[in-house]
Every structure is written in C-alpha cells, then in structure tokens.
C-alpha cells in the first residue's frame, strides 16, 4: 500500500491554458474524491466516482472543470481555460467505501497557480 | 445541509501544555466526525473519527476528541503538546449516505512555543 499518489505536486500555468492533474488512489479502493482547498481553508469537495462512475458534482465545478476516471482506477481532473480564481491546491482521497465504516485517504495534493 | 465551524484560527500554546481546540457542527443525523492533521505543504492525515459508541475516541499522535450531542461538538484535546505538534488542524463532518462527502471546518492553525 503505498498510498494516494498525485501528479504533478506543483503546476505553475497562464490564464487561459488547460492544465490536467492525475491522482493515483489505493489499490482497490473504489471510492475517489476530489476537494479543492484555498488559502486560509478547509478543503471543499468538488467531485465524487464509485469505480468509473461520477456520481455527484459540486456546484463549484463549474462548466470548465471535467474528471474523469476510465476502468475505474486513476483519475484525471482537467481546468480549461485557467483564470486566477482556480489557484488552489487539488486534493484527492480514496476509500474502501465499504458499508459504513469509512475513511477518506488523502493524498499530498497539487497546488496550481495560476499566473 | 451539513457544516463545520470552528472558531480558533490561530492557537499558540507552549510546548508540553495541554490543548483543546473546537468544533461545532450543524447535521441533521447522527454525524459521522472526523479530526485531520495538515502538515505545511502536504496533504491530510487523519488524526481520528467518530461514528458511534464511547464518545470519547482516542487517535494518533496521542490526540483524543469528546463527541457532545448536546452541543453539537467535537473538541480535540491532547495533554500535552510537543514542538512536531504545530500544523493545521480540520474537524470534518460526513454524511451517513450518498457520497459520504466531508465537509471541512476552515481550520485551526496551531503554533507551538519553545
């Protein structure tokens, strides 16, 4: 178990540009999440998968935001057309999900700045 | 809908005194609650949680947290702090059902004095 794992850690981009981030969750954990934290802040949760189905969305994750995570194991989050306002770090946590015993595993983020 | 207040942002205590820091929730069943620990630059880790049963829980890092229905809260204690202490702390709230999302508190930043 080598844990949730998230690519890059740090991405410096231009407003206007797409930027794609992957995370990584435990083995067989069949739940992903992903939260957005600012500055000052506790996460916010942005989006949720059971295996490869997006099942909620926040409304935070407005029209340019896509995730996505085919076969059910990594997934991608993409920002198209970067503003300011999207400078954040990006966290991912996974879990087993089973019944009602359940923890969220972080992994160490990546923190986007946009420029 | 299901929120986390937390009203300490900024916390100094010197090292070796006790500390407790607060957390008021708002849900409407029972909560599942839960304390993580952000270290500058990394991600979260959990510290403890609750679910059902002893209201008193114990955790890592020699942390323990009460569960108080009646104050809708879950304050963090530990007796006794040491200097690798000093992070970020986040009292979550999680939905029984659905998604089971958190919803984070904005944070307690605690700074530890030689």
């Known amino acids: 178990d080598t844990g949730v794992s998230q690519d890059p850690r740090h991405k410096i981009t231009k407003r206007g540009q797409n930027v794609t981030f992957r995370c990584d969750p435990i083995?067989?954990?069949?739940?992903l999440y992903w939260y957005r934290q600012t500055l000052g802040q506790g996460p916010e949760f942005l989006t949720y998968?059971?295996?490869?189905?997006?099942?909620?969305k926040s409304r935070l994750l407005s029209d340019r935001f896509s995730a996505e995570r085919p076969k059910g194991s990594f997934s991608t989050l993409e920002i198209q057309r970067t503003e300011q306002g999207d400078s954040a770090m990006y966290l991912c946590?996974?879990?087993?999900?089973?019944?009602?015993?359940?923890?969220?595993?972080f992994g160490p983020g990546t923190r986007l700045t946009v420029t | 809908a299901q929120s986390v207040t937390q009203p300490d942002i900024h916390i100094t205590v010197s090292e070796g005194a006790s500390l407790e820091l607060r957390c008021n929730y708002s849900?409407?069943?029972?909560?599942?609650l839960f304390w993580y620990v952000q270290s500058p630059g990394q991600g979260l880790q959990l510290l403890l949680k609750?679910?059902?049963?002893?209201?008193l829980v114990q955790g890592i890092k020699g942390f323990e947290a009460e569960f108080k229905r009646s104050q809708s809260s879950f304050n963090l204690r530990k007796p006794s702090v040491h200097w690798s202490d000093a992070a970020e702390y986040f009292c979550?709230?999680?939905?029984?059902?659905?998604?089971?999302?958190?919803?984070f508190g904005q944070g307690t930043r605690l700074t530890i004095n030689p």
């Open positions: 083995s067989e954990h069949n739940r």
């Open positions: 979550a709230v999680g939905a029984y059902q659905g998604a089971q999302k958190l919803v």
């Open positions: 946590a996974s879990s087993p999900g089973q019944g009602a015993d359940y923890e969220q595993y």
């Open positions: 998968f059971q295996n490869e189905a997006q099942l909620e």
């Open positions: 609750y679910f059902s049963g002893d209201t």
């Open positions: 849900y409407g069943a029972t909560p599942y």
